[in-house]
């Protein structure tokens, strides 16, 4: 048995030329991942659009139905800072399912990881930084409408705050989220997460890491979740143009390593999304993200899942 990726072509919508959000990189990393034999073909699973009723256990209909339609106000599509289009839509809904995938495989097989995910700027009602519809709590309700989860971690190490999973479950016990985030940094008003870890601008990987091992296991010790949900962004890099910490690869692939073996040795499955990542060389954005795969291929192969 090898690590499940989920993967599917409809990642890749594309957008009006010039406009800059990395489309791209899903694409280029599914590519890496197999030309660097970290995974084989037969290792991805592919996810299925998700009936709309499931998007609507987070977001409001109105709100799912305005943007499916691109009928979205003006100010609201603004916001998310994305433009409408068919094919990113459709986009859109095909990675919550892949989501979703990711969490049902992580049940089955211990640890499973999306090649995409981690929109965690979305709120019920609208979306915000690049973030449309909220992934990671809609898997969240879909698992535990299914009956197959009651209580779930997210940890979330994304350089910017989960604000919109902060709200979504600001007032839900059986979702505990976790968000260690740079402090001066998008987004400008932050949500209350049940544990927020705010970063100095500039911090480096041993500092990361040390702050990192202060509240993981505890949290896992306390609150010994059904699944967690792991977002791997790659945005607190020193080379990341909306970062503002000082991670480099290296401590990227060590933090990984840490969350992962963390998780899988005090028996919690884990599932993965790639969470954020902003750089113009678009090949050391994609090896950043492969680190999160290469680690989880590592972590499931050393504890024979």
């Keep these: ?90 986009r859109t809904c095909v990675a919550v399912g892949g989501t979703i995938l990711t969490a049902q495989l992580a049940l089955s097989q211990g640890l499973a990881c999306n090649t995409a995910g981690g929109t965690h700027h979305a709120f019920p009602s609208y979306g915000s930084g690049f973030c449309i519809f909220n992934d990671l709590a809609i898997a969240c309700r879909v698992l535990q409408k299914m009956g197959l989860v009651r209580k779930i971690l997210i940890v979330d190490l994304d350089v910017h705050q989960g604000d919109g999973t902060a709200f979504i479950f600001q007032d839900d016990e059986s979702v505990f989220t976790f968000s260690m985030h740079c402090e001066v940094n998008f987004p400008g008003t932050k949500q209350t997460s049940d544990l927020d870890v705010s970063l100095p601008i500039g911090m480096e990987d041993d500092a990361y890491l040390q702050t990192l091992a202060k509240y993981l296991p505890d949290l896992l010790s306390d609150i010994k979740p059904d699944l967690i949900f792991y977002d791997a962004g790659v945005d607190p890099h020193i080379g990341d143009r909306l970062g503002k910490l000082a991670l480099t690869d ?36 994609v090896w950043r993200h492969s680190l999160l795969h290469r680690a989880a291929s590592q972590v499931f192969r050393q504890y024979k899942l």
């Design 1 to 90: 048995m090898e690590l499940p990726i989920i993967y599917h072509s409809d990642y890749v919508a594309p957008l009006p030329d010039g406009h800059r959000f990395p489309m791209a990189k899903f694409q280029k990393l599914y590519e890496l991942l197999l030309n660097d034999g970290v995974a084989q073909i037969e290792q991805f699973h592919t996810p299925t659009r998700p009936p709309q009723e499931l998007i609507e256990l987070v977001h409001t209909p109105e709100y799912v139905q305005a943007y499916c339609e691109g009928t979205l106000e003006p100010k609201v599509q603004r916001r998310i800072g994305l433009p409408w289009s068919p094919a990113l839509a459709n």
């Design 250 to 285: 290296t401590g990227l692939f060590r933090r990984e390593m840490q969350v992962l073996s963390t998780c899988i040795n005090a028996g919690y499955p884990v599932a993965c999304v790639i969470g954020g990542g902003y750089a113009d060389d678009m090949e050391s954005l």
